[in-house]
């Protein structure tokens, strides 16, 4: 969007937090900008009102705001309501006009409620990963062809980084110690790269640490096998076919909310699409070393394992898709619809 000439107001990683104890120091702040968002809102008097994701800084701003008629609201992906508080269909019902998910069962839970629902299909599958070459990063790093290679995909935001490098460093250690010849490579981000830099640079192990989307999906595509924290990142991995194991931690209070109201097994979208644990998950305490290094060492040593997950992956990608249209133009012809009726 910045690309297309959006310029935001503040910059967007400040809302990139999840969980209440993580939430919470950062309060003050969210509400400042909860505050200045509204206002820019109400400056611009828009005929068509987009909400992105963040369903819980978007309905903050939403409250501020007068319910205009003249206004049309439209929220982009719904709420995880198939995996806890399903409540929240009916509020997004009284506030929105339209919505656009990007899972292809999500409209059943909220069209009885009477919200106008459109599958796009999922944004992942318009990434650069077909534009991704594997061979040319080996080249570029001297990885031989032979060698095998693992990606570490620890989060994006830096409280997941934080949680998660220490058991993959475990991991990652086990690992190598089975299969000497291993490389690791970390993608990661601008916002995060100083700390990821930082940490690997005092592991035993040679990590090699790249930042930026071009390296990134060069990276996947060069891989072997993945060690990643669960989110979208997963649903990359599955496009680029590379056997994954899937991890996460939170803070410990965040950890015993979410037990209390999660309602489904998986917490990997993969796992999800298929209902099935396709892609080995290590969730909170069992997120250890020895786990992760044990199942990473199963995708390396069972051929019939590896080629299962990149089978079960193909068929999740399918599941992503609205037809044969990209889901960006689906959700573009689908807002132009509502400015402009027939």
Known sequence: MAVEGLNSPFPITELSVMGLAEILPRIFNLRRRVRQTAHAIEQYLPDILITIDSPGFCFAVLKRLRRDQATRRIHYVAPSVWAWRPGRVHKFAREFDHLLTLLPFEPRYFEPEGLDTTFVGHAVIESEMGAADGAAFRQRFQIEEDIPLLCMLPGSRLGEVERHLEPFRSAMTTLQSRFPSLR????????????????????????????????KFDAMAASNIALAASGTVALELALARVPTVIAYRVNVITSWIVKALIKIPYANLVNVLLNREAVPEFIQGKCTGDNLANALENLLEDIVVYEAQQTAADDAMKLLKAGDVLPSDVAAKTILSLIHPG
């Open 184 to 215: 690791v490579v970390v993608p990661t981000i601008p916002a995060i790269e100083d700390e990821v830099s930082h940490t690997v640079r005092g592991w035993e192990n040679n990590v090699l640490v790249v930042e930026g989307e071009k390296d």
